[in-house]
């Protein structure tokens, strides 16, 4: 007999990232702000004004590259609307991208920093997932045509799996608020339209895909196991 979890279910551990202060650089450059979260879309180096991330909440994972040379880089998003980029070196912000709404899930990096297919993927509350170039931090426009990104109409809370078979073909699988569970090419950021699955609540754990399943958990208190290629649910699932 199957058992009804109680509680909303989130396979990810959120990590605070709570060391000592990044200090923002100060090279001003196009597209950067003086204060507050910015502007939607918008990329550059920091602020010419000194500052900290101190006033940005932040509950999600960090990704780190330190094995690129010459990379030694962090990407961490914030709940002031804003993914920042980090030398893990001296804890200087080097770049930054503002979305629509708080940054409550973590940073994907696909393959080394400098391969030629090199994304870095984040969703966001505002309803989209992103795709950034991760050193410049710019949409993937000509990629993921015609916008950099993949609009839900939903929040974003859920941190995406990437299933990478080959390096032409990998996959993103995430929730969204609205209880679907989304998969898209990870190369071009079209919606795969033979999969579909629907919870009867937000979507905000992280999925995981083993042996041809996708395991996660929703806020409907049931966690659930779908066919990675149509999103039918296994049997006996959920539990």
């Given at each position: 007999?199957?058992?009804?979890?109680?509680?909303?279910?989130?396979?990810?551990?959120?990590?605070?990232?709570?060391?000592?202060?990044?200090?923002?650089?100060?090279?001003?450059?196009?597209?950067?702000?003086?204060?507050?979260?910015?502007?939607?879309?918008?990329?550059?180096?920091?602020s010419?004004?000194?500052?900290?991330?101190?006033?940005?909440?932040?509950?999600?994972?960090?990704?780190?590259?330190?094995w690129?040379?010459?990379?030694?880089?962090?990407?961490?998003?914030?709940?002031?609307?804003?993914?920042?980029?980090?030398?893990?070196?001296?804890?200087?912000?080097?770049?930054?991208?503002?979305?629509?709404?708080?940054?409550?899930?973590?940073?994907?990096?696909?393959?080394?920093?400098?391969?030629?297919?090199s994304?870095?993927?984040?969703?966001?509350?505002?309803?989209?997932?992103?795709?950034?170039?991760?050193?410049?931090?710019?949409?993937?426009?000509?990629?993921?045509?015609p916008?950099?990104?993949?609009?839900?109409?939903?929040?974003?809370?859920?941190?995406?799996?990437?299933?990478?078979?080959?390096s032409?073909?990998?996959?993103?699988?995430?929730?969204?608020?609205?209880?679907?569970?989304?998969?898209?090419?990870?190369?071009?950021?079209a919606?795969?339209?033979?999969?579909?699955?629907?919870?009867?609540?937000?979507?905000?754990s992280?999925?995981?895909?083993?042996?041809?399943?996708?395991?996660?958990?929703?806020?409907?208190?049931?966690?659930?196991?779908?066919?990675?290629?149509?999103?039918?649910?296994?049997?006996?699932?959920?539990?």
């Amino acid at each position: 007999m199957s058992r009804k979890l109680s509680t909303a279910i989130v396979f990810a551990i959120a990590v605070v990232f709570a060391a000592a202060p990044v200090v923002l650089a100060q090279t001003p450059g196009a597209g950067s702000t003086t204060s507050g979260p910015m502007a939607p879309g918008a990329t550059g180096t920091p602020s010419s004004q000194m500052g900290t991330m101190g006033t940005d909440t932040i509950n999600a994972t960090v990704a780190v590259d330190e094995w690129t040379p010459a990379v030694n880089s962090a990407w961490i998003g914030s709940e002031g609307n804003t993914v920042y980029v980090v030398n893990t070196g001296s804890g200087t912000v080097t770049n930054e991208f503002g979305t629509g709404g708080a940054v409550k899930s973590s940073p994907i990096l696909s393959f080394g920093v400098r391969a030629t297919d090199s994304n870095l993927y984040i969703g966001s509350t505002d309803g989209k997932m992103y795709c950034l170039n991760p050193i410049s931090m710019a949409l993937q426009t000509a990629s993921w045509t015609p916008n950099g990104y993949y609009d839900t109409g939903s929040a974003i809370q859920s941190t995406a799996y990437l299933e990478i078979i080959d390096s032409s073909n990998y996959f993103l699988y995430f929730g969204a608020d609205n209880g679907s569970l989304y998969k898209l090419n990870a190369k071009t950021g079209a919606l795969i339209g033979a999969f579909s699955f629907t919870a009867k609540g937000p979507i905000r754990s992280s999925p995981l895909v083993y042996k041809g399943y996708v395991y996660f958990g929703s806020d409907d208190g049931n966690c659930y196991c779908v066919d990675k290629t149509t999103g039918a649910a296994r049997s006996g699932w959920p539990v």
